[in-house]
């Protein structure tokens, strides 16, 4: 029988990333909006501290183990927007009018400066006072297009250039985002960590 886990996300593109990792390692992943655990509000400074914030919430909530992502584009132009605060940089919130806001603060910045990367930050917790989670950081490096490309993946994948694919990350199938994306290289880090 497989141990269940909290994912502590309602968002189902991190579920199904995680989901293929963690069964290996016989968990059950479990979204937190099937178990009606809301998210709580993300207070922390960094991407570790939310995540942390995340999956301690979780875990306390639900009884059960947890694992959170905090991840976010980070644009040097921008001075590291829209960073923490990727997923609701638009007030309205959503992949679309985020993605606008990001074009429109990009319009006049040169293609040499558009440099950004793509940061995702996994904690793992045996339970909501777990003093020794486990975290694995990982990051991705790319640039910032003109105009949106592709309709693969979600949040700013039509935007993010990657130069090691030659295309965005919305331009790619799942399997090969799955290969050198943040979240694939956290979660490698993680099933190494995993493994001891």
Do not use: W
Request: aromatic letters at 8%.
């Amino acid at each position: 029988m497989k141990q269940k886990i909290v994912l502590a996300t309602g968002n189902q593109g991190k579920v199904k990333e995680m989901s293929d990792v963690l069964a290996e390692f016989g968990f059950e992943v479990i979204a937190q909006t099937a178990l009606g655990i809301e998210s709580p509000e993300e207070t922390g400074l960094t991407f570790v501290e939310n995540a942390l914030l995340k999956a301690r919430y979780a875990a306390k909530i639900s009884g059960l183990p947890a694992i959170a992502d905090d991840s976010g584009l980070v644009v040097t132009a921008l001075n590291g927007e829209p960073g923490l605060y990727s997923s609701r940089y638009a007030e309205e919130g959503n992949d679309a009018k985020n993605r606008a806001k990001l074009l429109e603060k990009m319009q006049d910045v040169p293609q040499e400066k558009r440099q950004a990367k793509f940061v995702s930050c996994i904690v793992f917790l045996q339970h909501a006072t777990d003093p020794s989670p486990i975290i694995a950081e990982g990051e991705c490096l790319g640039e910032i297009t003109f105009i949106e490309q592709g309709d693969n993946g979600f949040g700013y994948d039509s935007l993010f250039y990657s130069p090691q694919m030659g295309a965005t990350f919305a331009q790619i199938n799942t399997s090969e985002k799955k290969k050198i994306s943040h979240r694939a290289m956290a979660l490698n880090i993680l099933k190494q960590k995993l493994s001891k």
